[in-house]
């Protein structure tokens, strides 16, 4: 009976090298840009997209698998697209003289920000010494001694006239403790004791009295005058120091302005400095005077600037006229794209820092620094999803800044009164950025169902894909890509033989003749592992023969469980037959995943069968190690059997399904077709052929459906039998829809084309029951019956034989109920 068998040239796809128009990657053009070598049609789209529109929401979530480089992709599409945008402007925040708490914030044209806070602190220099230097002039000594002058010869003038006053009634003006006061003269015009005073007459003592209170009140009435004569003084004082002031700071300030006049709100923020360094002069030159007194100690103790000088920062009150350039995008080109790697809360909004004085924290506003939300306004900001949700407050705080379109720098101890400080409310920096996510499909997706304000704020999905066609074009842009990570690494050139064997390495990745691999992190880790083998092998170039050992050696780097499996059925303590027949017994073939490492092996299936009312009892359901797809696969043999066999009379049959010596969890419906393949022996005694195993899936109406990892349960059953010994009749039985996804290793392939190992392509149940069986699987007439001697037949009599005997059974326990 002849099979179908596929031919060697059907198990791999080779790359035709010849047709290379260069001999190694030296000679072709490279591209260093992940985003134009790498095809990702879908993600591009949508990133020129949620780059584009300009409306509010459109931020974009890239997901896919870890290792494909969303994140360089990302980064790299973003810089292509935003390099010729118009960069952002600076913020700088300033003092806010008339609420210090809540200092304000400055928008200045880009790179002008520094320019600005270059000028305020040589005007912070400067002040001290240009007070100073007025305030010690002559022409204001002069005009305060004028002042003084003045206020002392109208205090002697009231003085003189009390005297002239007190002395016409025989009174003299005396100072005491607690102010002035009057006292009799004697005719000598000595002040006459009090002894002398009592003596006097009566009615003379009364007078004196008289007049002394008279010339007490007429004191008082003069005096009264002197705060208003004060407060005038003192006004005259103060508009002299703000005359000097501003005419010794004036031209400074009105410098900075001119340079600035093209931004009204740097005009108005001097004229408060300029007001409040006038207000403040006195304390500025206390200050100073201070200062220079910490140099001298300093100077003359230390040899040089004192530890007093260092800790006090200088003049602690100059610091209100610095400037605080929170962003200076006086460097960026087009606009900002920006990587946090580590987007705790602080890091993404920024923070106010305290420093440490008297005992206590303190802050002010030149200790507010930037987040990077601050860094990338303007532009985009690509985030890992996963490390902003693990961040306490950190993706509570991004939604927030983003929804209302502003960033608002807060602590987050404070928002939960953990700590108790002097802090700041700094004015809110509007917020214009694209944000990009790049996580896994798993958090899309929770995100979409469990947050209802992530919908809102990232609108656009990036969607990259695990692969692409292998044509020549894209065939070009992954040489070219490779030549670009060979350039940036400073690996060895590439023979033209090792660049094919990558790209079958990439298609073997995604297990499909017509697809490459978009898996970067395995590509560029493959050539740096080539490059290091052709190192070894003292090659000048990186061969084919120095990828398959990279590739050799990463796999024995891994495979140590693979090797304890293989052995335990080679020596037989794993049971599995590679040569004769076995009835209700078949080889299907598990992949087990380590990580990224995956590996196929053989297991043996058994079925057992007896009467019974219709039952298929999944052994490894029962013991709770099947998952939900493979109980739904064992589910569907029970449709087949009885829509076939059994569609005008009862299924009467209790079957049982295991995978022997089968330890752990059981997933999938990839040994449904094995399971069915040894249901059917078992039912029709029809032995099995041992030195085959089966992988596939079954539908209800016996088609054989395509499943994954066909290339690792091939070379794992291969495997196997090469060690038990090659026969010449061991082969495996695949989908036909698998055919395209071979990508088989070159001893398997080596095998095939010398007749010793057999790949069978199948498209139905009957197709494989033939191979197994060398006998004739038979079609159903118009009344259902099949030929006799065929496999269908034998299963069909066997099936109704069973409902015969079960029909007898039952009427002999009616009858023996009746009795």
Not at 85 to 106: I, Q, R, W
Not at 167 to 173: A, Q, V
Not at 527 to 551: C, F, L, P, W
Request: net charge negative; aromatic share 8%; charged share 25%.
């Amino acid at each position: 009976m002849q099979h179908k068998v596929l031919r060697p040239s059907q198990l791999n796809r080779k790359c035709d090298v010849s047709r290379f128009s260069f001999e190694t990657t030296a000679e072709v053009k490279v591209i260093k840009d992940i985003s134009r070598g790498i095809s990702q049609p879908r993600a591009v789209q949508a990133l020129k997209f949620g780059v584009g529109i300009r409306q509010e929401g459109y931020n974009i979530y890239a997901l896919g698998p870890s290792g494909m480089g969303k994140h360089t992709f990302a980064r790299q599409y973003l810089f292509r697209q935003l390099e010729d945008a118009p960069s952002p402007p600076d913020y700088c925040y300033v003092n806010n003289f008339e609420d210090p708490g809540k200092p304000s914030l400055l928008k200045m044209p880009k790179g002008r920000g520094t320019v600005l806070a270059q000028d305020m602190e040589r005007l912070v220099q400067e002040v001290p010494n240009a007070l100073k230097g007025a305030f010690e002039s002559e022409e204001y000594q002069n005009r305060m001694q004028a002042m003084q002058q003045e206020f002392k010869e109208y205090h002697q003038n009231v003085l003189d006239e009390l005297q002239q006053k007190a002395k016409e009634k025989n009174l003299t003006l005396i100072k005491t403790p607690t102010g002035f006061a009057f006292a009799p003269l004697k005719k000598d015009e000595e002040i006459m004791p009090p002894e002398e005073f009592q003596k006097l007459p009566e009615d003379q003592r009364k007078q004196i009295e008289k007049d002394m209170e008279s010339m007490q009140n007429e004191s008082q009435r003069m005096f009264q005058k002197f705060p208003a004569l004060q407060r005038d003084i003192r006004q005259k004082v103060n508009e002299l120091n703000n005359e000097v002031a501003l005419y010794s700071l004036g031209h400074l300030i009105d410098e900075i302005r001119d340079k600035h006049k093209d931004v009204p709100a740097v005009g108005a923020y001097l004229d408060a400095v300029q007001k409040d360094i006038i207000d403040n002069a006195r304390i500025i030159l206390e200050s100073d005077k201070q200062q220079e007194g910490y140099k001298q100690v300093g100077s003359g103790f230390l040899g040089g600037a004192s530890g007093l000088e260092t800790a006090g920062g200088g003049h602690q009150i100059m610091r209100r006229y610095k400037v605080n350039v929170l962003v200076d995008n006086s460097q960026v080109q087009g606009a900002p794209v920006i990587y946090d790697d580590n987007p705790t809360y602080a890091n993404l909004v920024g923070r106010v820092e305290h420093q440490p004085q008297m005992g206590a924290l303190i802050t002010d506003f030149t200790l507010i620094k930037q987040g990077s939300l601050h860094r990338a306004n303007g532009g985009a900001l690509i985030l890992d999803a996963q490390k902003v949700l693990l961040q306490p407050g950190a993706w509570d705080g991004l939604k927030r800044a983003l929804i209302s379109q502003q960033i608002k720098i807060e602590s987050l101890a404070e928002m939960f009164s953990l700590i108790s400080t002097i802090s700041l409310d700094p004015e809110p920096v509007p917020l214009d950025v694209k944000v990009v996510l790049v996580g896994s499909p798993l958090f899309y997706y929770l995100l979409k169902e469990y947050d209802p304000e992530f919908a809102k704020l990232f609108k656009v999905a990036a969607d990259f894909d695990v692969r692409m066609d292998w044509d020549d074009q894209h065939q070009d842009f992954f040489i070219q890509f490779m030549a670009g990570v060979i350039e940036k690494d400073g690996l060895r050139p590439f023979h033209r033989s090792g660049v094919g064997r990558v790209l079958e390495y990439s298609a073997r990745r995604v297990q499909d003749q017509k697809k490459l691999s978009t898996y970067v992190q395995g590509l560029t880790d493959l050539m740096r592992e080539a490059d290091y083998q052709a190192g070894e092998n003292s090659h000048d170039v990186v061969t084919d023969e120095d990828v398959q050992k990279a590739i050799d050696a990463s796999i024995y780097r891994s495979d140590l469980m693979r090797e304890r499996s293989h052995e335990s059925i080679i020596r037989g303590i794993m049971l599995i037959d590679t040569q004769g027949r076995r009835a209700g017994q078949v080889n299907g073939l598990v992949v087990i995943m380590l990580g990224d490492y995956m590996f196929g092996r053989p297991n043996r299936i058994t079925a057992r069968v007896r009467l019974g009312k219709g039952e298929l009892i999944d052994i490894e359901r029962e013991a709770k190690l099947g998952g939900p797809i493979h109980s739904k696969g064992v589910l569907i043999l029970s449709g087949f059997l009885g829509s076939r066999y059994a569609y005008d009379t009862p299924l009467s049959l209790s079957a049982s399904l295991v995978l022997e010596q089968s330890y752990g969890g059981v997933e999938g419906d990839s040994a449904s077709c094995a399971e069915l393949y040894c249901l059917l022996s078992a039912i029709s005694g029809i032995p099995l052929k041992q030195s085959l195993a089966v992988t596939g899936s079954v539908n209800q109406h016996g088609q054989v459906q395509a499943i994954g990892g066909v290339n690792e349960k091939i070379e794992g059953f291969f495997d196997i039998c090469r060690e038990k010994g090659l026969t010449g009749d061991q082969g495996v039985l695949i989908p036909e829809a698998n055919v395209e996804h071979l990508m088989l290793r070159g001893d398997v392939i080596q095998a095939v084309e010398s007749g010793q190992f057999h790949i069978y392509p199948v498209e139905t149940i009957d197709q494989g029951m033939e191979i197994l069986t060398d006998r004739t699987a038979g079609e159903a007439d118009e009344s259902g019956a099949y030929p006799q001697d065929t496999i269908n037949y034998e299963v069909q009599k066997k099936l109704h034989e069973l409902s015969e005997k079960r029909r007898l059974f039952s009427s002999e326990q009616e009858q023996g109920g009746k009795s």
